[in-house]
């Protein structure tokens, strides 16, 4: 994992409002929670949103001011990159609501997620669900927004704000120039919903011809270089 200083590069931490962050901490107890950004202000300090629990007492000896933290978040698109920061907490604020304050970060450390860079594109797709027993195969209508000869990000509207894709295999679908509909198959590696907005990481199940083949076709020549 190498190290990049924040004064050096200041736009690795530019997640938005309501982003999960994993907070690790080992002392007093070992601990893993999921918390979401509320902001930041850059060089000061990061605010998260305290954890909500019925008993006030849970996270008494853990969540005090000075406790050290480690933080991990993904950034998804094209980077594909995993993040992670040393930080204590500075304070815990009551009102209007429960919040963390906690250190900026002096540096992050970054590690690539992805054997491949995506290449970022606006390619209207859809993706197949296979069906059991004798019900018809799901199909969701949605937009590649990066892609690479190893996999793709594929966004989709929906009303619901609790609809995922489950972890399975399916087929990617597109429009080849030459071909018509090419069925690619895949496996979704996972999946979040954002205000109705679902994005879904997918990887290619391909033996190395289709896709590459099918990219060239599109001149998306970057991704299987």
Do not use: W
Not at 62 to 74: A, D, K, S
Not at 170 to 184: A, H, N, R, W, Y
Not at 204 to 211: C, P, Q, S
């Amino acid at each position: 994992m190498s190290a990049t200083p924040i004064e050096e590069n200041t736009q690795l931490f530019e997640l938005q409002p309501g982003k999960y962050l994993d907070l690790q901490i080992n002392n007093p107890v070992p601990l893993r929670l999921k918390l979401p950004l509320i902001g930041y202000e850059l060089g000061k300090y990061i605010i998260l949103k305290h954890p909500r629990s019925t008993n006030k007492s849970e996270y008494k000896d853990v969540l005090v001011e000075g406790n050290v933290l480690i933080i991990r978040y993904l950034m998804e698109g094209n980077k594909g990159e995993c993040f992670a920061f040393r930080s204590t907490i500075k304070s815990v604020s009551q009102f209007p609501e429960k919040m963390l304050f906690i250190e900026y970060p002096k540096k992050i450390e970054n590690r690539q997620l992805r054997t491949q860079q995506r290449t970022s594109i606006h390619l209207p797709a859809l993706i197949m669900l296979e069906a059991s027993n004798d019900d018809k195969a799901t199909q969701i209508n949605g937009i590649i927004g990066d892609i690479s000869s190893k996999g793709c990000g594929f966004t989709f509207k929906t009303k619901s704000a609790n609809a995922k894709v489950n972890k399975r295999d399916i087929f990617v679908c597109l429009q080849s120039p030459t071909d018509g509909e090419v069925k690619i198959p895949a496996r979704v590696c996972n999946s979040r919903n954002e205000k109705g907005t679902v994005s879904v990481g997918i990887q290619f199940i391909d033996e190395g011809k289709l896709v590459p083949r099918l990219l060239s076709e599109l001149f998306i020549e970057t991704a299987i270089n």
